[in-house]
């Protein structure tokens, strides 16, 4: 362990599960590298923030965060801006924050070894004091410490890093493919993540091999639109599709549940529900992100499907074998968007009947095509339209959640709830199901208990453990 306070990093995640594992890599490069993780900025030599773009809130938060952050400046510490933010402003960010010294995109994080030997050579030589001929030390003057590693889009460098410090013990991602080739026209992840870039299947599956051999049980397969994987590598008569590696994933030994996220509805196939049904380790869960359930405004998003493809692919899920729990995404507000609009995104909801559904108000991002439309709707009434679309999802998930009372599920012990004496779970189709336990038999973290649910919440199940 490094004594050293300059090799202490202190990081911060914002955003999705893409971004979570990508702070994985970073810390286990940087341990790696010699520095070692603290807890607080106050201890930390390098501060660094993994930043989201998707929503201008998680952008702000992120420069507020420098903003609050810049009086540690004096004290030698150095800042750096990592992921989505960074690609998507790049250089800007020194003009808008001066005290960072890094900005890396997320595809040149194999790069940060190199990058953190420019840091470290950088601080040398602004040194605060020189030695004159003669007298007392002299200030010496300073220049911005500045290092960059921004990705060309175009690029078909691989974003896997040679080593990964993973947080959870049980619970493990693997990165299948990363960027987008959809350019949803208010979506500003193919100008952050770039072109769709697929790992092999091999490497996919010696590392699902590797995690199961180091204990991990559960494995979550990630990308900005995961069914869109085509291994780079082919084989005989064509290329691995994402069921084919989906299925692969879930037939290693020593894996229980298999998840996966995201899912683009114009790429998802009948192929994967029935990899579902004929593969027991894959969860009965799919997250299909539907934004409108107006044609109207989906094609003013440019997402590449109708209404009435996408409710073709809920038909597929709910005629399993498998009870399939279907979770979603939906932005309220886009340019354009009107009462019958909304009307049709509402009616969307009671169609299919979501176990869980994410929802944002539309905010215009840079560089993507929807800015050039008027955004007209005020804020009140988007904020209004959220809070209609949230009532009505709340409604549907007390109806939906209330059928599992009576039902026994197989939840994965996720840790203890010591205030309300209970243990915390989640079931195959990712639902919270915290139960009790008798002293005698409670149970460990990581491990798979049966329990029955007597108790549901709008977002979240109670009950007991079958002994």
């Known amino acids: 362990m490094s004594g050293d306070p300059h090799k202490t990093f202190y990081l911060e995640t914002f955003g999705c599960q893409m971004n979570a594992h990508d702070s994985e890599k970073v810390i286990g490069t940087l341990l790696n590298e010699g520095y070692r993780q603290v807890e607080t900025v106050e201890e930390a030599g390098l501060v660094l923030y993994n930043t989201c773009s998707i929503r201008d809130k998680a952008e702000q938060k992120v420069f507020n965060r420098l903003n609050d952050y810049k009086k540690y400046q004096k004290q030698g510490k150095k800042f750096g801006v990592l992921g989505c933010v960074a690609q998507q402003e790049g250089e800007k960010i020194f003009e808008r924050a001066p005290h960072v010294s890094l900005v890396c995109g997320s595809a040149s994080y194999r790069n940060l070894p190199q990058m953190l030997v420019q840091l470290e050579n950088a601080q040398l030589e602004n040194a605060p004091m020189e030695t004159g001929k003669s007298g007392p ?4 003057a300073r220049s911005p410490i500045r290092v960059t590693g921004l990705d060309d889009r175009e690029t078909d460098e691989c974003f896997e890093t040679e080593f990964t410090a993973r947080t959870n013990p049980h619970r493990g991602y693997i990165t299948i ?3 987008c080739d959809k350019f949803c026209s208010y979506c500003v992840v193919p100008f952050t993540r770039g072109k769709e870039r697929s790992r092999t299947s091999d490497s996919v599956l010696a590392e699902a091999r590797q995690m199961a051999d180091l204990g991990y049980t ?24 994402f069921a ?34 004929s593969v027991p380790t894959l969860c009965d869960h799919v997250h299909l992100p539907v934004q409108s359930g107006s044609n109207h405004v989906l094609g003013a998003m440019q997402r590449l499907y109708t209404r009435e493809q996408y409710l073709e692919r809920i038909a597929w899920m ?32 009671d169609e299919v009947g979501y176990d869980a559904v994410f929802s944002f108000k539309y905010s215009p991002r840079p560089n993507t095509p929807s800015l050039a439309l008027e955004d007209a709707i005020p ?14 999802q709340r409604e549907i998930q007390i109806a939906r959640y209330k059928k599992y009372i009576g039902t026994v599920s197989e939840v994965m012990v996720e840790g203890r709830n010591e205030a309300r004496s209970q243990w915390i779970g989640r079931t195959s189709q990712n639902k919270t199901l915290n139960f009790t336990a008798p002293a005698l038999a409670a149970p460990k973290v990581g491990s798979y208990v049966p329990v029955m649910t007597t108790i549901s919440f709008p977002n979240s199940l109670l009950g007991e453990m079958v002994v």
Do not use: C, W
Not at 137 to 140: A, D, I, L, V
Not at 223 to 234: E, M, T
Not at 257 to 277: K, L, N, Q, Y
């Open 244 to 277: 084919e590696l989906l299925a692969a994933v879930g037939e290693v030994p020593g894996i229980r549940r298999v998840r996966f996220t995201t899912s683009h509805p114009r790429d998802f196939g009948r192929d994967i529900v029935e990899a579902i049904d």
């Open 379 to 392: 804020d009140q009434e988007k904020a209004r339209r959220l809070e209609v679309l949230m009532a009505r």
């Open 177 to 179: 493919i990363e960027g």
């Open 318 to 349: 709910k005629a399993a074998k498998r009870e399939i729990s279907i979770t979603s995404d939906v932005i309220v507000g886009f340019p354009g968007e009107t009462e019958e609009d909304f009307a049709e995104t509402l009616s969307l909801l």
């Open 218 to 241: 559960e494995i979550q397969l990630l990308g900005q639109n995961v069914n869109s994987y085509k291994d780079p590598a082919g084989k005989p008569g064509g290329k691995k599709t």
């Open 137 to 140: 030390p002299k200030p010496k």
